[in-house]
């Protein structure tokens, strides 16, 4: 059974940091290329950063320099290093695995930056 498990959203303060983790079991996870997505209130998704098989990686314009995808495939983990928060980063954060026509998401984590 293909799992996809997202971790370590929270409330931060604008200018903060947080490290998102996103774990998937049942799948050869080396294959995957290893996305985030993000959906705030009333907006639609989009993609914020993804990294293929290869480690090359791809950022949205508005987190660039700011945020940090990477992947452990021993652990088929993915992480998404976030710094320089912003109140516009608010969002619920959902990790996704694609690998040809197979599609996997998790159920997102929480992210809210806030004084």
């Known amino acids: 059974q293909v799992q996809v498990v997202e971790s370590g959203g929270g409330l931060v303060q604008p200018g903060g940091s947080l490290r998102l983790s996103c774990t998937a079991s049942g799948i050869n996870f080396r294959l995957y290329t290893m996305s985030w997505f993000r959906q705030a209130p009333g907006k639609q998704r989009e993609l914020v950063a993804s990294?293929?098989?290869?480690?090359?990686?791809y950022y949205v314009d508005s987190v660039k320099g700011r945020f940090t995808i990477s992947r452990d495939n021993a652990k088929n983990a993915v992480f998404l290093q976030m710094n320089s928060l912003k109140p516009e980063d608010t969002a619920v954060y959902s990790c996704?695995?694609?690998?040809?026509?197979?599609?996997?998401w998790g159920q997102g984590t929480q992210v809210t930056v806030s004084s």
């Open positions: 990294i293929t098989p290869g480690d090359g990686s």
């Open positions: 996704n695995a694609k690998f040809v026509s197979l599609d996997r």
